[in-house]
């Protein structure tokens, strides 16, 4: 392969990766709700913590340890601001007086 195929293939990759992500932020909120009425907070840094414990237990590389922490971490990161900002759009839109 060259380097225009190895670009595509690339890219193609790229696209999963975002679709998954869009399909994780999908999932993150539907359990927002169910977070907030549980009184469960939207960030727990022990939940954070087994999350990329368990895919650094997973990772067979060439990623090491530390850079599957740094990726997820941003990816946990991005994910509360989604839950921040549908919680105060909902808050806006249904005031609870």
Do not use: H, T
């Not at 990759?13 to 975002?18: A, K, S």
């Not at 998954?20 to 709700?33: A, D, G, I, Q, T």
């Amino acid at each position: 392969m060259d380097v225009s195929d190895w670009r595509a293939r690339i890219d193609e990759i790229d696209q999963r990766l975002l679709e998954l992500l869009n399909e994780r932020v999908s999932c993150v909120l539907k359990l927002s709700p169910l977070k907030l009425r549980a009184a469960i907070p939207v960030y727990s840094p022990e939940r954070e913590r087994e999350v990329i414990s368990k895919l650094q237990e997973r990772n067979d590389g060439p990623l090491d340890d530390e850079a599957v922490q740094r990726i997820f971490a941003l990816i946990m990161k991005e994910m509360r601001a989604v839950q921040e900002r549908e919680r105060a759009k909902d808050a806006v839109s249904s005031p609870s007086d």
